[in-house]
Each structure stands twice: as C-alpha cells, then as structure tokens.
C-alpha cells in the first residue's frame, strides 16, 4: 500500500474528473477506506463548497488531511459576461494560472454548455480565435467536467457541447474521462446522448470513439466540400484530407447507427459561392448528412466577414435546392463576444483587441431555413 500521508497527485480539485470507481481507488491509494472515495466525490458537487471542510460527513480531522491535499476545486471564475438574452460566459483561472472559458446557454428547456477541451487549439483554423496562438496544454478530465458543474449549481444542465476552445480529439483520453465521469451517478449523471463533440477532423480518433462511446453525438466540422479550400482554412485538412475524415465518420454514422453531422462555418468571403453550396450539397446527399450553417462570428485578427442575411439565406437556399437538409444556427450572446476563445482573448490582450468570437454557438436553438 502506497504511504497514507502522500498527496493525491496533483490535488484533490482532480477527483472532479473521477467516476466512482476511480474515487474508490484513488481513496484507497492514499489509505483511506475505498468508501471515501465516493463520499469525498459527491460532497464536491454540493453548491458552495470551495475547501474540504465545507465537504459534508468528513470530520474534522479528515478535512484537515483532505486540506493539505491542495486546492478542492479545479478552477476558479475571474471573469464573467452575461448576455441580455440569458447566455453567461465564464473565464476559470485554473490551477497554474492559465485560463479557460466556458460559455452557459439557457433556453426555455434546455441549459446547454460550451466547454472546451484544451488552453488554446494547435489546429490554427483561420477564421478562429481560439486557434490564434497555437495550443498552451490539455485540459484534465477534472477541468473539463468542472465547466459543467460550474455552471450546473446555478441551474441544471441538460446538454453538453465541446465547441469551447481546443481539439478535443487531440485531447482524447482526457475528453473521455470528462464524459465518463459526467455520467457517473455521483456526478452530474449526465447522459452520453446529451453529449455532442465537434471535430476538425481526426479520422483515427473518430473511429476509436465508436467503439469507446457510441452514443455521444459526433460533429464534423466540415467548412468546405473541397480540399482546395478546406486546406486553405482548415490547416489540418492538408494532414487528413476530406475523404478521410468523411470515411471515418460514415464508419462512425454506421456503427452508432446515426446521421452524420456537418458544420459549416459561413465565411463571406471564403466558402460561399455558388460552387461551394454544390459541393456541399453534394457530400451531404452522398451520406445521408445534416448541415449545420454557423454564420460567421468574426474575430478582429482574421481576415474573414460575416456573410449578411441575405447571404446566408441564398446559400441555404441552394444547398437546400439540391437536396442538402440543413439547419441555420442562431446566434446567441452576440452582445458579450460569446462564445468561447474570446473573453480569454479580450482578458489577457491590451483594451480593443481581440473582439469577436464563437458567438453562433451551434446548439439546438436556430430555425430552419427556407
Ligand atoms: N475544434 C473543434 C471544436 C471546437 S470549435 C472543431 O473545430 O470542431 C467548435 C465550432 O465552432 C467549430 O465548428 C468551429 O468552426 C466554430 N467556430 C470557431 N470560431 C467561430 C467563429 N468565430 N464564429 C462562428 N463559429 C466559429
Ligand atoms: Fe481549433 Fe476548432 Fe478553432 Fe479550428 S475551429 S482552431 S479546430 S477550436
């Protein structure tokens, strides 16, 4: 048995990513009865508790133990913009002073949460801002999963979406964890099918997480059916070209049994001729797909513009013609440079840069066009 007075590596802020079963064996490891494990886990997620002696059935003596262990919670809030129309974004400092956002948007039935899956994203696509200055790390389960919860104690979260910042196929093992744990029953219990993931494309990736976890929702994040143009603004198309990707994820369609999602970021001036809806149109009918346009939120360091309403709906218009079945996203928190890559921009660059941002979140709120 490992020496009961060692810390739990990294901090007790880490069972934040823990199942269960995990708890019951980190508990173990330290000396304690496996018990504690799970006691410790769901005392965490009670509201208000930011040390390990507001953890409830302790003892003194315990917490005091627990305590030294270092901090209880992975992340606290620095920041926060609320939007007129309900959408709250959230700025976490995290444990070595880095920073992450994540975005909580409230409809009449739904509470959905951006989250993202790493500090910053090494994919570099032209038009985003969380891609700007490369990737800083991973995130761990644990910050992932308290993105959630964070927004969670204030009103139940229904849905989960990873459009925050980050690739969260080149962070896999740790995205897996994080829903893993969400679905524990000592967590938030939150099913797999409430879960949507959004890739830039990682074809090895996308056909391991059919077999690890079928039933999250996967999305692909497409912004153009040709390779000429999708290199162009997708930087990882030139490593995984469209085919790839797209067989990868009709495998993934097949063995899940589910229709594939497509993303389409709508750019003024880079994907919207009359050729790209075509060729849009045409992948889409070829898989069986659903397109999701996102007109563009534009961030001030990119070269790219914000199609107009009329833009928007021609493209729509001559997808939908040629039979792509599609839905236009609508945009949420536009006031508050909502959604993710953004706040943190706007934090930590001098006053009147870095504007703009996700703030077409793709959640179930837009309306069909045509
Ligand atoms: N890296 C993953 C998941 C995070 S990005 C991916 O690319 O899929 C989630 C979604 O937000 C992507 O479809 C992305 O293209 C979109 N997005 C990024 N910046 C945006 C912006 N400024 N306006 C609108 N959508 C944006
Ligand atoms: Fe990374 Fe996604 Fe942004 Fe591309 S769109 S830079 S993959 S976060």
Redesign the pocket.
């Known amino acids: 048995m490992s020496d009961p007075a060692a810390p739990a590596p990294g901090g007790l802020w880490r069972l934040w990513g823990m199942t269960a079963a995990e708890a019951r064996a980190w508990a173990a490891s330290i000396g304690l009865p496996a018990f504690r494990g799970e006691q410790i886990l769901q005392g965490l997620h009670r509201p208000g508790v930011a040390t390990a002696a507001d953890i409830k059935g302790l003892g003194p003596e315990l917490a005091a133990r627990l305590g030294a262990l270092g901090p209880v919670l992975p992340g606290t809030e620095v920041t926060r913009q609320e939007s007129r129309d309900g959408t709250v974004k959230s700025l976490l400092r995290l444990h070595d002073g880095r920073q992450v956002e994540c975005v909580s948007i409230p409809t009449a039935v739904r509470h959905t949460i951006c989250v993202s899956s790493q500090v910053g994203?090494a994919?570099g696509?032209t038009?985003?801002?969380?891609g700007l200055n490369g990737v800083e790390r991973d995130l761990d389960a644990a910050e992932i999963v308290y993105q959630i919860a964070w927004h969670h104690q204030r009103r139940p979260v229904t849905n989960i979406v990873?459009?925050?910042?980050?690739?969260?196929l080149f962070n896999y093992d740790q995205v897996l964890r994080a829903i893993r744990a969400l679905g524990d029953e000592h967590g938030l219990g939150l099913g797999r099918r409430r879960i949507t993931v959004?890739?830039?494309g990682v074809p090895k990736r996308i056909r391991q997480l059919a077999d690890d976890e079928p039933q999250v929702t996967l999305?692909f994040?497409i912004?153009a059916a040709d390779n000429e143009t999708r290199s162009r603004i997708v930087p990882l198309n030139r490593r995984w070209p469209l085919d790839e990707v797209l067989e990868a994820m009709a495998d993934y369609s097949t063995k899940v049994g589910r229709r594939m999602t497509l993303?389409y970021?709508l750019l003024a001036e880079a994907n919207m001729t009359p050729g790209h809806a075509e060729r849009l149109a045409a992948v889409a009918r070829r898989f069986g797909a659903h397109i999701n346009l996102?007109p563009?939120?534009?961030?001030m360091e990119t070269p790219h513009q914000r199609p107009t309403t009329a833009q928007v709906k021609a493209f729509a218009e001559r997808v939908e013609a040629l039979g792509g079945h599609l839905t236009v996203r609508g945009q949420r928190g536009a006031d508050i440079d909502a959604a993710c890559?953004q706040l943190k921009r706007r934090a930590e660059t001098p006053a009147g840069e870095g504007g703009?941002?996700?703030?077409?979140i793709?959640v179930d709120i837009g309306t069909p066009a045509g």
């Open positions: 994203c994919v696509c038009f985003c801002a969380s990873f459009m925050g910042s980050g690739e969260p959004s890739t830039s999305a994040s912004h993303e970021v996102i563009y939120n534009p961030v890559g703009g941002g996700k703030g077409d793709p």
